[in-house]
């Protein structure tokens, strides 16, 4: 195995010579070949690489860059204890090897094919030029020292399908930013072909891959599988050495170092069997990108868990009240259904949007207090439910929204729409304004029953603010009343 060695640290490469990475081949006199990269590729350099070595995506990077070049192409590679990363360009090119510090990307980085040339030199010294708006621009870098050497390269791979990115970023997604009593900072990557992460409040499992090994291993959380900048489409290989899983896409390597020593929680004990659910709730593909746009909007998306209430009883709705505001607000969705017994669940909104976004479109409901189920043909996503006693109940007064009037959409499953909006009055008057089912046949109707609603909208708008100035003038004329009362209650005192 040959080596690139920097005082003492020790970088492995396991396919150029050891005379062609050693140390003094950096050290160039006279004319020799140099490294090129563009400036666009620096870009992507950056945004992959801080992403592999990160939790979160962002944040320093202390670890150097090592660029070599030889015959089987050129190899970008950054590495730490737990992530390391690779670039790999096969186009054969002459034998060269250069160190930069991280920081290099940010200074060379652009959205062009312009070129960099790099160049080791005497003294420790990597020479970078290169033009920015076609104005010449040079940089010399110390060569860092190596901190990590980089993994030892797989001896054979497993092919597997593209969906493997998706499935790995998204239980990545699913995994806890950190952890003590168990490994919730992992994923666990079944020789089943099982991929599972959980954060203790929702679980996200994922079948149907091939893994070369036969035990259940851990690696640790990164957001790198959801970058735009890697290969779509393209197949991803799987391989693993003693201490590292190797997932390849494209011309990019990812190496997870294997947790040998955490412990992953049973979180399959949790999952029930649909046939056993109470209730299911089948959400409309518009009524989900309905809800999607909608359900930041409602109140108290800021406050603790930001709850919401799913309450499946003849239509679905998805209700929350503010605090200090008279009136929940729900969303009705129009075109979902349930089967099974009426349910009323309290849940954070963000795993409900992210069952949305994961793709699945039914909810299965076992008890008001067990956590929400969604099963496909090779997934599992479960996460737990809110106190049971503070899901908001139907009113009233509640100011309902309705799925059907969004964007003038008629389902096709129905020729009738309905707008439910009801304003409390400021003389405490109820009105609803209820607007007859009509069927439509034509876009000219369409654009009539919307600009009917627009028109309902802004007047619900003028009445909602009215309410709220007249409750604004209630209460401050009740703190007058209040201060005026504890004044003459004083004066009787000094009386």
């Known amino acids: 195995m040959a080596a690139l060695t920097t005082g003492s640290s020790r970088v492995t490469e396991p396919t150029e010579s050891a005379a062609m990475l050693a140390q003094p081949s950096l050290h160039h006199t006279g004319e020799l070949p140099l490294i090129q990269i563009t400036r666009s590729l620096a870009r992507q350099l950056k945004t992959i690489f801080r992403r592999a070595l990160t939790e979160t995506g962002r944040g320093s990077i202390y670890a150097p860059v090592l660029f070599h070049a030889g015959p089987e192409g050129l190899r970008i590679r950054i590495a730490s204890g737990e992530v390391a990363a690779e670039y790999h360009d096969p186009s054969p090119r ?8 991280f920081k290099c990307l940010s200074d060379w980085e652009g959205r062009t094919d312009d070129p960099i040339q790099l ?18 621009q040079m940089a010399r870098y110390d060569m860092p020292e190596v901190r990590y050497p980089f993994p030892d390269i797989p001896a ?39 991929i599972v992460a959980t954060d203790g409040s929702q679980m996200l499992l994922e079948t149907g891959f091939d893994f070369p090994w036969d035990d259940d291993l851990m690696i640790p959380r990164r957001v790198v599988f959801g970058s735009s900048e890697l290969v779509t489409g393209s197949d991803v290989q799987v391989g693993k050495s003693d201490d590292w899983v190797c997932f390849r896409i494209g011309c990019w390597s990812f190496f997870f170092a ?9 979180v399959e ?15 409309d593909s518009q009524d989900a990108a309905f809800l999607v746009k909608s359900i930041k909007q409602l109140p108290g998306n800021d406050a603790l868990y930001s709850p919401v209430t799913v309450d499946a009883n003849g239509s679905v709705f998805i209700r929350s009240k503010a605090d200090d505001a008279p009136n ?49 043909d090779r997934r599992k996503y479960l996460w737990a439910v809110l106190t049971p006693s ?3 109940k139907p009113s009233d007064d509640a100011v309902r929204i309705s799925s059907a009037f969004d964007n003038a959409y008629t389902s096709a499953k129905t020729t009738q729409l309905q707008q439910e909006t009801t304003v409390v009055k400021p003389e405490g008057a109820i009105t609803k304004n209820d607007q007859q089912p009509q069927t439509t046949n034509s876009t000219e109707e369409l654009i009539d029953v919307a600009e009917q609603l627009k028109a309902s ?7 909602t603010s009215e309410l709220i100035v007249g409750l604004k003038r209630h209460r401050k004329e009740a703190k007058i009343v209040r201060s005026t009362l504890d004044s003459l209650r004083q004066l009787q005192t000094v009386g």
């Open 94 to 101: 002459e034998s060269d090897a250069a160190i930069v510090p």
């Open 119 to 136: 160049e080791a030199t005497g003294g420790n010294e990597v020479l970078a030029t290169w033009n920015d708006n076609s104005v010449p």
């Open 156 to 194: 054979s791979f497993t092919e597997n399908p593209v969906e493997l990115a998706r499935a790995l970023h998204d239980t990545m997604q699913t995994a806890a930013p950190e952890s003590t009593r168990y490994a919730l900072q992992c994923v666990q990557l079944r020789g089943s072909g099982t």
């Open 258 to 266: 294997i947790n040998k020593e955490g412990r992953f929680p049973d």
């Open 269 to 283: 004990s949790c999952v029930r069997d649909v046939t056993s659910a109470a209730a299911s709730i089948q959400i």
């Open 328 to 376: 929940p607000i729900e969303l009705l969705l129009s075109n979902s259904t349930r089967t099974g017994q009426p349910e009323r669940i309290n849940t954070n909104r963000q795993y409900l949007r992210r069952a949305i976004d994961l793709g699945f479109r039914e909810i299965h409901v076992f008890a008001p207090d067990q956590p929400l189920l969604c099963v496909d």
């Open 390 to 392: 503070e899901a908001i």
């Open 457 to 463: 909208l802004r007047d619900t708008l003028g009445k």
